[in-house]
């Protein structure tokens, strides 16, 4: 697999098309959850909680498998310019749906819910400050807190093994000016020609590939050389989860 | 491209893994509006509109330039049983909402929005009875009847010339126990490891790939296989498109 | 009874004051559900469809009675121009609600609930055109969706005998330039000074009587005369009907 | 026309068939409306307001015409055992949707829209105390308050004439274990066979009928019979709106 | 406790600065409540009632112990201008329901919730006519209500001693330019520099203080001075309550 | 002014009766607002925002008079059980209206909304952590990101003067087991008799007094206790708001 390395001028600080942004995990960042993590991807700060609930949705009682299940926020002043503020609104967008409905089922394609027992993993990711790519870093960080309340169950008692099968993480790739890079921040996701979200589990499987042309359409080639991208970068996310977990 | 070509005697009426469902487009079934069109995929029938709208959202005011927008819906009984009404329920699913946001990009993507005038064409996909791969008819339906619509523009003398690039339309493909299908219906839909909903446009390019995995995580050359199943399918649509608005 | 049969020329294809228009229904639409019915009369098209759910509201539960209730829509895209979504709106008009009240309460008047036993028939009418007379071709659908749900429950031993006690259809008449008419299509009905909706069982008996003066108040030798009028156009709905569950 | 006047004796307080109960309507009971009215039919009050809005809805700006709308509401222990506040529940049920839109409509039936004016008289019902009929006094009781905002126009000199055209009122009627009776209370409402409210003009022409049979069905003989006694009682309603006027 | 009694010649009727309005508190004004009163003071009409409901919120069931809660509304023409209807936008202002929960939080500080039992005590504010303080009557004449709900209980034997502990009433207090005023009308409210309601018990007890500066902050001796004016009239209105419910 | 300085045991690190909480904020939080401030106070962390909006309410446009208003939200897993996310369950409780509304004021009573211009500040506090006190603490947190917003204004040359009038701070204060406390955490309030929250200017003006009985009322002398401690407790919250500006 072979991606450019030469760094473009244009990427901020230098980045190079194949580079994530900085990187930072800080784990227990919300005392009170079972589990939770900071995830910091250059500008995009999310907070990721996951809270064990003893119960899980009426359609699965008494099955004795457990769900996992996700949902989304941004904080009306994460962006550049102040958004409204959903629970005034009185409803979430569909992008808040969309991007929750995802979160979940990438979650969800890494756990043995009959592992898990009836309970619930509720997940949370609000966004705390947004420069691109926010679905993406919920879900890398959303693992770790998913994580770290299994450890949490497990050192009760509550669990005697652990029904996490993989890790899980996801990256934006796209094309700029036809030109293939890893890890968009708001502006270059802005001007992209087309974009992909793509989650991957730590032993390289594919769980969702979410690719749209935001202008003109891409050819099969284009979307092989952003998937080569894409995996490249959620290895060193998923050495990043490691090592924050190892830490 | 090759892709298995022999039958699968598990498929209904012994259709072969690469062979799309019989497909019939009604033009006009819906004569009040300006473009309309039911679209019948074996069990799937979607009656699509597209109405010509004198505004265009506030956002949009004053720059000359169109918009395409769509809503989807499923009366209640279009499935097996009876789901819930939205409008009684008072709002959209997720689902629904995913739906119709990607219905409105795939058309988007072959309009050229400045030749549309400032003008919205609001399409309405309606599912009248729905047997697997519903969003991906309601694209393929969604096209032809936005081309009768451009049609009665121009008859009117509003458009001089057409603002449509390309067609565009759209298939599902999945794996169900390890093997490569094309245009799933529900029970296939309902029990495969991965499905992936492709939209294309004529001449071969990817507007939007969705790839979800169900149960377990798929692999890059699995997902190759998938789109060559899905651009031979889109293929056969477009061709569908064309021989109903030639006829 | 004598009403006028004198053809008026203003109607359009030469309708006579006294006539419905051409009446179809068809059996078996929606073939998922356990009854379903197709109506079409003249350029209104309601799909109507009887749901067998094996539960009944709260407040009757335990009490061994069943229950029948209805739901109405309207495909954005039936009407001459593009009405609002209903369930992208968040809810249902006051003129919805109004209606599914009405279908609701026509199909019990003909149940014996006790005999149908604690479940529910659930309704749904959805119009795909509409040219006036919306309202009462749902309840004339309705019924024979209602009939082939009975049928339904029969053949399966859930019932031993039916609970359905008479023929119930629908039709609405209206004074229009003073003159009396019969089944209104929409431009009659958006015309009229006075229109009223009758519901009527299969021997003749009235179930709703809904009189609206648009313009001008009526009188009621001008109401005697609708209401002949409307037992008539009831009497040959009831025949379609007949008919069709016949064929 | 002839109605049975054999008193009852299960009426309560030995009360006629053709019987109204007593009726009083005070005048001014808000006194910051443009013209209001307390209507008590026996244990039926209803405050009624109208209220003069220098504007009209959306559709009809411009025209030079005037609007008049109602809104109705039931306070939550108007009746027996307290019901939801509509407020609290976030919505108005279909039976609240459809009382206002008789109401706004049956007034509408006595104005010359023309003569009123580009404003808006909006009627509010509320109901203090429920004892049956409510929708039927809110028609006569928003009669006197439209009457006196009318007043109040003139007297400003924003209105030169009256563009109140005839008086309006309603009352329901009822089979009741087969025998007709005037203005049901709510005990005889709940245990009837069929109930007709009518709204008519002071000249005795029919505004809305909207009969209903709650049990048996019912036959042409037992409507007109209803709709005599209903006439009757309509003339006395009337009065009692000119007695209270002319006080 | 020394308060101006000095007439101020602009306040109404030559009402002096430490005078309550006018009061007068109509008890069972709802005649099929549990406990009802009706209290006016001045130009401002609330309508209290008390209703008994044998269930309790989940989250206290099989707890032996009651709940006392509380709903507000006002009659869209209670006041000078038309407001909206609260149950025609869909939703309860955020002053709706700050009052609510106040009125609910004052009633509960003078219940033995253990020794009402396990049921609920609904108390239902619905304002009349509006000339200020609305609150602060309502809190007044839902005492009335409440303790002639406890009454019904204790005479059908449902209790055997009365879990009101104490009589509660509130009053509101404000400076205008510069003067303090008792029981401030709406005009007085509107252009008072700040205005304090105060809930006080029988006994002359704080249950709550809700101080808010309109214009200017005020300082702790004009807050001082302002809670001498409000015990002295909350003494008064709790003499109102004795003599209502002794006569 | 005296109020009890010695440590109570019972608080957690000993604190004593009197102290704050440790007391940090970190302002230019949120780098894309024009101000912004994270405040905690020991447990309770909230971001605040403040945005510059060039617009104004409906009710205010064309008076050159700008406004001041705040919305509150507090992320499901702040506290120590999640609750529920308000933009999914599609509105805001009565608990967060009252809090937004009760911070708008607050900043409102500091500021010349004529010398502001016809534009909006909207302040955003977002808790991200909860242990009590988050309103007081949004209070507090917001004033610093609106002076820094109009330091922004000032800065573009917007603004020539401040519109900011004074300091505001808030604090909570509460009898626990009949002892006053000054800034209760969340297992004190929980427990507590009665807690008072004080909104008060720089200058100890009074801007909110909001106190509350949970348990018992309490009395005028336990108020005056409450309001010393409030008014020494804000001295210092203002004292922290000038170092962290002055840094």
């Not at 942004?21 to 999310?46: D, K, M």
């Not at 502006?187 to 793509?198: K, L, M, Q, R, T």
């Not at 979307?223 to 995996?231: E, T």
């Amino acid at each position: 697999m072979t991606v450019p390395s030469t760094p473009i001028t244009r990427r901020p600080e230098a980045r190079a098309a194949n580079s994530l942004r900085p990187l930072a995990i800080t784990r227990g960042y919300a005392p009170y959850a079972e589990g939770s993590a900071l995830i910091q991807l250059g500008g995009t700060h999310v907070l990721c909680t996951a809270s064990v609930l003893d119960k899980v949705p009426g359609f699965m009682k008494g099955q004795g498998r457990g769900w996992v299940t996700a949902e989304y926020g941004m904080l009306p002043r994460a962006t550049h310019t102040r958004g409204d503020r959903e629970a005034a609104r009185g409803k979430q967008s569909g992008r808040t749906q969309e991007i929750q409905r995802l979160v979940g089922r990438s979650l969800r394609a890494v756990f043995d819910l009959e592992a898990l027992g009836e309970r619930t993993l509720q997940i949370d990711c609000d966004v705390i400050q947004a420069d691109g790519g926010t679905r993406c870093a919920s879900i890398t960080g959303a693992w770790v807190a998913a994580a770290d309340a299994v450890d949490w169950l497990i050192a009760r008692g509550d669990l005697s093994a652990s029904p996490l099968r993989d890790h899980v993480a996801a990256v934006s790739v796209g094309l700029v000016q036809g030109q293939p890079l890893l890890d968009l921040d708001y502006p270059e996701d802005s001007g992209c020609d087309a974009d992909v979200n793509v989650v991957m589990t730590g032993s390289g499987h594919l769980v969702e590939v979410q690719g749209t042309a935001e202008g003109l359409a891409f050819s099969r080639a284009e979307l092989d050389h952003l998937l080569d991208l894409a995996q490249a970068g959620i290895g060193q996310l998923v050495e990043g989860q490691k090592a924050c977990r190892a830490g």
